[in-house]
């Protein structure tokens, strides 16, 4: 295996999981963030969201009903908090990193609020790039690398996001450009 670059420890980044109530990008019932420095999880968190209709369509996925979420505060309540967890990182990884994304940008636009500028990271194409599986979902990439998975909670799924692309960064993959050596 290679050895990690020597940029290594001092990269700081954190995996992503929204759960949503709807088809809407801005209907967020749940995130959870795991925060990563070099190769240890230094944090996790998990926050219920109080989505911005009463609907959830998706509880027969996640698990998340109204009652669960009803007394929770909204994203734009809670969003000091996840912006305080997402301060002074690298980057912003997600499993299908597209969807994530739309779904921080939604909840932010819809509460007035500016996203994070950090880029993301998608552990779906580090997963293509890197293992060349049958199927790049969370749970064939999990299973693959023994990593324990309990999928749709937010948790979990950001917990196996994490060392997914921790795994990939071991074997000398996955590294975001500003880690590459430039080419000669």
């Not at 909840?107 to 994070?116: I, L, S």
């Not at 909670?153 to 990939?168: E, G």
Request: proline share 10%.
């Amino acid at each position: 295996m290679p050895p990690w670059p020597e940029a290594i420890p001092m990269l700081k980044f954190a995996a992503i999981d929204f759960e949503t109530a709807d088809n809407g990008r801005d209907s967020a019932c749940a995130l959870a963030i795991v925060r990563v420095q070099g190769q240890q999880v230094i944090q996790t968190s998990t926050r219920l969201i109080r989505p911005p209709r009463r609907d959830i369509f998706y509880s027969y996925i996640h698990g998340i009903t109204w009652a669960d979420v009803a007394d929770q505060p909204t994203f734009r309540e809670q969003w000091p908090a996840i912006q305080e967890e997402l301060a002074d990182l690298d980057f912003l990884v997600a499993h299908n990193a597209p969807f994530d994304r739309s779904v921080l940008y939604g909840c932010c636009e819809k509460a007035g609020y500016e996203p994070p500028p950090h880029p993301f990271h998608c552990t779906v194409r580090v997963a293509r790039q890197t293992w060349k599986l049958s199927s790049n979902s969370l749970p064939i990439v999990s299973a693959h690398l023994g990593i324990p998975l309990k999928h749709h909670d937010p948790t979990s799924d950001a917990m196996a996001c994490a060392r997914i692309l921790l795994a990939a960064l071991e074997r000398g993959e996955a590294l975001p450009p500003f880690l590459r050596a430039p080419r000669r």
